[in-house]
């Protein structure tokens, strides 16, 4: 299950960083797909991941995991908030940092979804989890890699990042084998819940809505969310 997680999330992010390479600033049809992605990411925590929580642990613990792990992206998310000081630092260089810190940021936020892959048992919920570690980490991949190309770097780079930012999903998958418990596997379900949740919001279909057209995003999360809806029915 720990190399199922590994590759899943690093070739998620590795097509991200392919498509970022291909797109070379063409920053419309990136957030095309950011918008899909987020339709896909929405409707596989509406019908697969929200009610394997709710029926596995109840309403409450299913609520306090979500909100906790929301909580948890906010304090990452404001860790490495950083000012730009333009005369000292030149654009190859901040575009380098940038890159580095989204690098940890998602990195980080994969631990918990490890645990949760680990300490889960349901075949189903397993399926779901993987299908959004994919989807999840394309845009994460475009994100991650548009300020590193800008900066310069090769495919093999992105090769090799996408590895190491896989990482902590395997080391969490590792922690949660030894965390089996029906209230223990909802919380860690609906806090990875939560965590994809706010990270799909504001860091992919937030966005999107400002750098392209709303109307576009929008049909495009309608058609992602559409199309995992009608896939997971067929099922």
């Known amino acids: 299950m720990w190399l199922l997680g590994f590759l899943w999330t690093s070739t998620g992010i590795f097509i991200g960083g ?3 390479w291909l797109f070379k600033g063409i920053n419309q049809k990136a957030y095309i797909i950011y918008a899909l992605c987020t339709g896909v990411i929405l409707g596989l925590i509406s019908f697969e991941i929200l ?22 992206f906010k304090v990452l998310h404001s860790s490495v908030h950083f000012k730009q000081d333009k005369e000292i630092h030149a654009k190859k260089k901040i575009y380098i940092r940038t890159g580095i810190l989204l690098m940890l940021s998602f990195a980080v936020h994969n631990l918990p979804v490890g645990i949760t892959l680990g300490a889960n048992d349901e075949p189903d919920f397993t399926k779901a989890i993987l299908q959004t570690l994919l989807f999840h980490s394309i845009p994460e991949g475009i994100i991650l890699f548009i300020p590193l190309i800008l900066a310069g770097l090769n495919i093999f780079t992105v090769l090799i990042i996408s590895l190491l930012v896989s990482i902590p999903v395997a080391l969490g998958v590792f922690i949660g084998s030894f965390l089996v418990h029906p209230l ?4 860690f379900m609906s ?7 706010i990270v799909t919001v504001s860091e992919i279909l937030y966005p999107a809505l400002h750098k392209s057209s709303v109307f576009k995003i929008l049909c495009g999360t309608s058609i992602g969310f559409g199309l995992i809806g009608y896939y997971l029915h067929l099922l």
Do not use: D, Q
């Not at 009610?51 to 642990?57: L, Y």
């Not at 806090?191 to 949740?197: E, L, N, Q, R, S």
């Open 184 to 187: 223990l596997n909802t919380i």
């Open 18 to 20: 392919m498509l970022a």
């Open 51 to 72: 009610p394997e929580a709710v029926e596995s642990g109840g309403w409450l613990s299913t609520i306090v995991g979500f909100i906790l792990g929301m909580m948890l």
């Open 191 to 197: 806090f990875a819940m939560g965590m994809i949740f």
